[in-house]
Nanobody
Framework: QVQLVESGGGLVQAGGSLRLSCVASETIANSMGWYRQAPGKPREFIADITRHGSTRYADSVKGRFTISRDNPKNTVYLQMNNLKPEDTAEYYC?????????WGEGTQVTVSS
């Protein structure tokens, strides 16, 4: 029902920055967030944000990543600074509408050393 489309991934050198965007096809009443999955590893929570702006971050990205959202645009962002090789993963947008949970197709982030 809800489609999520991510963009902004790419190849960047260590210490560089990327900004990921995720646009939802309709309004998201509850939280939106970002997860990532590296080859051979489980999907990992990165950050989420409530409708009104309360945020949570994984310890691994605190101080480097910032999540934000623009509700009129149905969009969530992930600003990633000081990227490290261990940040290399497929990044997935997530959205909650009440008891429904939606996922995007993912966007690849590769950080070279």
């Amino acid at each position: 029902q809800v489609q999520l489309v991510e963009s902004g991934g790419g190849l960047v050198q260590a210490g560089g920055s990327l900004r990921l965007s995720c646009v939802a096809s309709e309004t998201i009443a509850n939280s939106m967030g970002w997860y990532r999955q590296a080859p051979g590893k489980p999907r990992e929570f990165i950050a989420d944000i409530t409708r009104h702006g309360s945020t949570r971050y994984a310890d691994s990205v605190k101080g480097r990543f910032t999540i934000s959202r623009d509700n009129p645009k149905n969009t969530v962002y992930l600003q990633m600074n000081n990227l490290k090789p261990e940040d290399t993963a497929e990044y997935y947008c997530n959205a909650h509408n009440w008891q429904m949970n939606y996922w995007g197709e993912g966007t690849q982030v590769t950080v070279s050393s």
